[in-house]
């Protein structure tokens, strides 16, 4: 049977024909209708932000890696004055609070209201590491202050790798003799230095402020590990005033009310070192209602 012998078929034929060259065309002309004219950057991963100057070092102390994060203030670039400096341990996302923090007090001025902050630099020193075992085992180790051995097994065996802790003096040469000296090269600072930590990171601050009182002279410190090696901070302190030392400088100390044993240690060491009465020491210490480790971060670094 042929075309002329069945024109029903032929029309079915060249109907079908048309669909399958529709089918075909149809996905090309959606695809050049919806195209983007804007030319995309490739995603870079990591912290990026136009303000902030990221760099990284190998610390020859601790053998382990960290980032820079830089942010200047505003007017950093508008002449040559001289900055205080604070620096934030620990992760990046610290950084990324006090920065935000900084930022959104900064736009009192704009508003014309006063100043909430006089301008400073701030500097993030987060530890470079891939998983969270590597975190944990660097963190433990650069924030502790003394080797305890039932941590390090406990935190061995959960994590799958070794922990050791008690790094706290080696790291604090890291700041002081590796990553302060580069800071102090590159911008126009004062010795006006801050030291902010939460956490691990709020222990090391408070061991920095009992052991070394000329690096810094402001201490911003959130929900301190009190607990590490049986209170050992609480009666370091004491040991200082038994001995006449004189500690000095500007601390806020603080937890959220939710944390359990945690405010009771701070209330312990606020009510201690009130009664000791340094006479070079401004105090301040807050307990945030509704707030517990992890939500009072942003609390602690907007008030500190």
């Avoid at 302060?180 to 126009?188: A, H």
């Avoid at 402020?209 to 302190?237: C, H, Q, V």
């Amino acid at each position: 049977m042929n075309d002329k012998q069945n024109p029903r078929m032929r029309a079915s034929v060249i109907a079908m024909a048309t669909v399958s060259l529709a089918l075909c065309v149809f996905p090309t002309i959606i695809f050049a209708q919806t195209k983007p004219e804007v030319a995309f950057a490739p995603i870079v991963k990591g912290l990026v932000l136009p303000d902030v100057e990221c760099s990284a070092f190998h610390s020859k102390f601790t053998g382990h890696d960290y980032q820079v994060l830089v942010s200047l203030p505003a007017s950093y670039a508008q002449g040559d004055q001289r900055y205080p400096v604070l620096y934030v341990l620990d992760l990046d996302e610290s950084f990324l609070i006090l920065k935000g923090a900084n930022r959104l007090m900064s736009l009192s001025k704009l508003a014309g209201d006063e100043d909430m902050l006089e301008e400073f630099i701030l500097v993030g020193v987060p530890l470079k590491w891939e998983g969270v075992a590597e975190w944990v085992r660097k963190r433990a180790f650069d924030l502790t202050p003394t080797d305890v051995e039932a941590f390090d097994t406990a935190s061995s065996k959960k994590v799958g790798g070794e922990v050791k802790s008690g790094g706290a003096p080696v790291f604090l040469r890291t700041l002081k003799e590796e990553l302060i000296p580069f800071i102090e090269s590159k911008y126009r600072v004062t010795t006006d230095r801050g030291l902010a930590g939460d956490s691990f990171g709020g222990l090391f601050a408070l061991y920095v402020w009992l052991n070394d009182g000329n690096t810094f002279s402001r201490y911003l410190i959130g929900s301190p590990s009190l607990w590490w090696d049986k209170e050992m901070i609480l009666k370091a302190e004491a040991a200082a005033a038994a001995s006449g030392k004189t500690l000095q400088g500007r601390v806020f100390l603080s937890t959220g009310a939710d944390e359990g044993e945690h405010v009771t240690r701070l209330k312990n060491l606020t009510t201690a070192l009130k009664s000791h009465a340094y006479p070079n020491l401004q105090l301040e210490s807050h307990i945030f209602e509704g707030e517990n480790h992890y939500s009072v971060v942003q609390a602690t670094f907007s008030r500190g």
